[in-house]
């Protein structure tokens, strides 16, 4: 890790023997440390563009569009690219076999339901599901003027395939149809939280 390194080796020898799951809390340090690397890349290369430019966007929506920049890459980095930081890592498996995909709704998620550990299954359903409210959200802040409802709950569900495809190809996870279908509840919700602000 190049920025959280020093935080998550005392935070492991403090809590690792202590704390049940705790490679979640690897991932999830590993994916903050990526996402701020990537997002100072981004940061660079958006003030560039935004030096060239003449038409400049609101405050609002031009913090959208920094906000929405971190958010897509940290799920990136949490879903799909876990075993890797630079792009000359990335190893694909081209030769998965199609059966390793989950196509049939619930089937996994039901399994889930009866585990030893609940924390799997509320981690497969409502942990997808919040995951992409923030995109519900920052959708039509970003797009303001050609987000719809439909088109976010489209764009939802078509990152979320983009994602388990990756997966799949990358072999970061197993793909599955209930992942695409709570991620895109989640953005519909998010849409739903950001119409309601609207109006107020």
Not at 101 to 113: D, V
């Amino acid at each position: 890790m190049l920025f959280l390194g020093p935080l998550y080796s005392f935070l492991a020898k403090q809590y690792a023997t202590s704390i049940n799951h705790f490679a979640l809390v690897k991932l999830t340090f590993l994916a903050l440390d990526k996402t701020i690397f990537y997002f100072l890349i981004f940061a660079i290369l958006r003030l560039f563009w935004l030096l060239l430019i003449r038409h400049r966007r609101s405050v609002r929506s031009e913090a959208g569009v920094w906000l929405f920049a971190f958010y897509l890459i940290l799920i990136l980095m949490l879903t799909t690219f876990r075993d890797t930081y630079f792009p000359w890592q990335i190893d694909f498996h081209f030769s998965r076999p199609l059966s390793d995909i989950n196509l049939i709704f619930m089937k996994e998620t039901w399994k889930l339901i009866y585990a030893p550990s609940r924390l799997d299954f509320f981690y497969n359903s409502f942990g997808n599901i919040l995951c992409f409210v923030p995109f519900g959200i920052l959708f039509p802040i970003v797009f303001s003027k050609k987000a719809s409802f439909i088109k976010t709950a489209i764009l939802g569900m078509l990152t979320s395939i983009g994602i388990e495809m990756l997966q799949f190809f990358l072999a970061t996870g197993v793909s599955d149809i209930d992942d695409v279908f709570f991620n895109t509840c989640g953005a519909v919700i998010g849409y739903g939280i950001y119409k309601f602000f609207q109006k107020l």
